[in-house]
């Protein structure tokens, strides 16, 4: 009788509030009510996988902050979306580069330098339960939970470590700056003049904010809409921006709900919505509103985005030190390690 195979296992020894399993979520489920959810970062996941040679795998978001980890064998991870303060031992573990953390090493993640939400992604990917085709964590589902210190989490099998390192050059999108926005079914709803104000103003990202969705505080008016209390409730989605009764606009986010009755001015493109999410409170925002055609013009699907992504990976130049099988490598020409036949 065999005995049962044991899976790597990752061991939280210390953790920030709101640190979650994400993927890239449950598309196909929001006509029984449930949001796609996911990523608040897509992007985020994407650039792991093609970092790491693998499809979209589960992996840790954190939000602001991350904590300290290890696992039991050797394994490759890498460090995405919002730019976190971390080492391994007393050595800093690079941004979009792949790393190979050894069993027993501790990652140490602090705060976000730049950003907000953070991921670390294994080579191997988290391996927890599947729910409705996914592991992410939906909060307001009740699926899956906020990740607590001592918890151990199954990994998959890293079958290439001593792969050479990659690492990924990518524009900076935690920073602000315009956001593009494409109209929705009540755009036409908001006046010219509310609209043009709405492109004019430059908005702050506040504090208030989750996986939900994130308010924007401005100074100035709200961005009413005369006859905003007749609307009839109806679909939302990821992007849309939300206008409340005093005319604050709230960006909804990864994990919103499915079905909403405030009035919406407008959506964010996809291609921006991880800029969006990346804002730390404080960060400056301003909207440019395009056309459905140019909106269309930028749509890119999951599969072409991470082929594109692979392409962009760059091999880093290692230290001979930290090349495990170095002997392996052919040197000079006609010299090997001398054990092959």
């Given at each position: 009788?065999?005995g ?5 296992t ?14 890239l ?24 996988a093609?970092l ?58 602090g ?19 599947l ?7 939906h ?5 899956g939970?906020?990740?607590?210190t ?5 990994l ?11 690492r ?148 880093m ?25």
């Amino acid at each position: 009788m065999q005995g049962t195979v044991l899976m790597p296992t990752l061991t939280i020894h210390s953790i920030g509030p709101g640190v979650t399993v994400q993927d890239l979520g449950r598309p196909g489920w929001t006509v029984q009510g449930l949001s796609t959810g996911g990523a608040a970062d897509r992007l985020a996941i994407l650039e792991a996988a093609a970092l790491l040679g693998t499809p979209p795998q589960a992996g840790l978001e954190m939000m602001g902050f991350g904590g300290v980890y290890s696992t039991d064998t050797d394994t490759r991870i890498v460090l995405t979306g919002a730019h976190m303060q971390a080492t391994i031992g007393d050595s800093p573990a690079p941004h979009n580069t792949t790393i190979l953390l050894r069993a027993g090493q501790r990652l140490n993640i602090g705060g976000a330098k730049h950003g907000t939400f953070g991921y670390l992604s294994f080579a191997g990917g988290i391996q927890t339960d599947l729910v409705l085709e996914s592991r992410s964590t939906h909060l307001t589902a009740g699926i899956g939970a906020v990740l607590q210190t001592g918890t151990t989490l199954p990994l998959g099998t890293d079958s290439d470590t001593t792969s050479a390192p990659k690492r990924l050059t990518t524009d900076d999108r935690t920073t602000g700056g315009t956001i593009r926005v494409m109209p929705g079914p009540q755009t036409a709803f908001f006046s010219d003049d509310t609209k043009a104000s709405f492109a004019q103003t430059t908005f702050v990202r506040s504090p208030r904010g989750n996986r939900q969705g994130v308010r924007l505080d401005h100074d100035g008016a709200g961005f009413s809409l005369d006859g905003a209390l007749n609307i009839t409730s109806d679909l939302i989605v990821p992007g849309d921006i939300q206008m409340t009764g005093e005319g604050v606009p709230y960006v909804l986010l990864s994990e919103c709900q499915t079905i909403g009755g405030y009035p919406r001015i407008g959506t964010v493109l996809p291609a921006d919505l991880p800029k969006l999410a990346q804002a730390a409170p404080g960060t400056k925002l301003r909207f440019a509103f395009i056309s459905l055609a140019d909106a269309d013009a930028t749509a890119v699907s999951d599969t072409t985005l991470l082929a594109n992504l692979r392409k962009d990976c760059q091999p880093m130049i290692r230290d001979p030190h930290d090349i495990v099988d170095l002997l392996s490598y052919q040197l000079i020409s006609g010299v090997t390690a001398g054990n092959d036949p």
